[in-house]
């Protein structure tokens, strides 16, 4: 199946650049209002600045803080700083200027490929519903930062869209380039690696003269009730051997390649990487720093509301990711979309960090998508232009917060 065009999608990117334009307008009128500038802090505040000091200036750069703690930028994944560098260089743009572009561009594709993905699943307006869907979420501004996670949630996504149609080295490619932009990385790993090890299983078990299982579709369902159905999910047949394990065997080396790299250069060796994200006092813990980090909130009347939301929130998630395998999602999607949401709530610090750490979670929002299909267009675009605004103010009101995103 060929990925779709750009006349296929052209309804769900109008859609995603409408809302993404909406946000930053309300970014710009409420940070004039309080006398900042939005372009700073979409580009040069928080960790947009480290990504840049790292285009410019090459890893080595370190703060010591006077707790003792060290943040290190060896904590900052290469390839967007490689194409802030890259961009820089061929134009007169500048390192920030440059990661605001890479951004822009990437939240496009990551767009693209997130209907690319649910139109395969679940039909085209579905796909256009899951954008949508992306496109407003509470934290949607980050999708316009010049940080990594739109460029991440591209490759995953475009690694996610290959590895269901059969394209095994494209998948293995993407993923490696995934594997160098995030820690998360692994989840798009862990996918890849989960469709292999499936087909060749069933390629193992399945008798020499047995018939495939039909894809017809189901007399008289409607297309999202077939889209439900398992046999929509199987992973593609017919790819050479060689090709499955050579995408599986390119996936990890990314991500393989940057810690051992940083193992290396650290003199720590393979768990230097480790070490510098503990300089950060960032790790993984199962979830029990944030889990005490929640429960404190109930300890003062002011603070509980917002322990009670953090509760609703992390109960969400969970109850979509339910949804998401009651409704039988191919397995990469459930298992990518299970790790990024396990990295993101069992990290040990950076606990308002946590909504931004699942934006790459596309894969949770789908079963919303499909609900949004059934309604009638008029009732599902009051939805989404209602949640949208709400998005927008969230947005501006977040980034003009004192903490990072």
């Not at 990295?343 to 949004?372: E, I």
């Amino acid at each position: 199946m060929a990925p779709p065009g750009l006349r296929g999608a052209a309804p769900a990117l109008l859609g995603y650049a409408a809302v993404r334009a909406l946000g930053l307008l309300v970014l710009a009128v409420w940070s004039t209002a309080r006398d900042k500038s939005a372009y700073t802090l979409l580009t040069a505040r928080w960790d947009s600045l480290w990504y840049t000091r790292v285009a410019e200036l090459g890893y080595g750069y370190e703060v010591r803080l006077p707790n003792g703690d060290v943040h290190s930028n060896l904590a900052f994944f290469p390839l967007l700083p490689w194409l802030e560098r890259l961009l820089h260089k061929v134009t007169p743009l500048s390192y920030a200027d440059a990661g605001f572009v890479v951004s822009l561009l990437a939240s496009l594709a990551a767009a693209w490929g997130i209907f690319a993905v649910a139109d395969h699943v679940y039909g085209r307006r579905a796909g256009v519903c899951a954008v949508l869907l992306w496109a407003v979420l509470p934290v949607g501004i980050v999708q316009s930062m010049a940080y990594s996670e739109s460029l991440f949630t591209a490759l995953a996504a475009w690694s996610l869209y290959a590895v269901l149609t059969g394209r095994w080295l494209t998948a293995g490619t993407l993923a490696l380039l995934a594997g160098l932009t995030r820690p998360v990385g692994l989840a798009v790993v862990a996918a890849v690696w989960a469709a292999g090890i499936t087909t060749f299983i069933r390629e193992r078990n399945t008798a020499p003269f047995a018939h495939p299982r039909s894809t017809t579709p189901i007399p008289g369902a409607r297309p999202a009730e077939h889209a439900l159905s398992p046999t929509r999910h199987l992973l593609p047949d017919g790819a050479p051997a060689w090709r499955r394990a050579l995408g599986m065997l390119l996936a990890p080396l990314g991500a393989a390649g940057y810690v051992l790299w940083v193992g290396h250069r650290t003199g720590r060796g393979p768990l230097g990487y480790l070490d510098v994200q503990a300089g950060w006092r960032n790790g993984f813990d199962g979830g029990y720093a944030f889990a005490r980090f929640v429960a404190e909130k109930f300890t003062s009347f002011p603070s509980a509301p917002a322990g009670l939301g953090l509760v609703v929130g992390v109960a969400l998630v969970i109850w979509l990711h339910v949804v998401c395998v009651r409704q039988r999602q191919p397995l990469p999607l459930l298992v990518y979309a299970g790790v990024v949401t396990a990295l993101a709530l069992c990290a040990s610090s950076y606990f308002g960090s946590k909504p931004r750490l699942l934006l790459p979670a596309f894969p949770l929002l789908l079963p919303l998508a499909v609900a949004l299909t059934r309604l009638r267009t008029t009732r599902s675009a009051l939805v989404v232009g209602g949640v949208a605004v709400a998005s927008a103010v969230y947005g501006a009101f977040w980034l003009n917060g004192s903490g990072p995103p």
